[in-house]
């Protein structure tokens, strides 16, 4: 998703829009599948709020309190607050 958000001039929004919703998707599925450890995962999402300008990861990510759990969360939320 990072390379998305780079070559986001090479598509029009209603492209990017598509694209990034199918591979959020993709990720959550992987997430459910293979159940990373939530507190890394919680960092890592939050890590990648911070590198795009779309916003992919922005704000508690829709979908994912399941896969995060609440120590994943609160992570994802005491980086994101932090940055």
Do not use: N
């Not at 508690?60 to 759990?69: N, R, S, T």
């Amino acid at each position: 998703m990072i390379k998305l958000d780079s070559v986001f001039e090479l598509q029009d929004e209603c492209e990017l829009e598509y694209l990034v919703d199918a591979f959020r998707h993709l990720h959550l599925g992987a997430c459910y599948k293979l159940k990373p450890d939530q507190r890394i995962l919680g960092m890592r999402m939050a890590e990648l709020s911070q590198q795009t300008e779309w916003g992919f990861f922005d704000g508690p990510p829709d979908g994912y309190f399941e896969a995060l759990g609440q120590e994943g969360l609160s992570v994802f939320l005491s980086k994101y607050k932090a940055d």
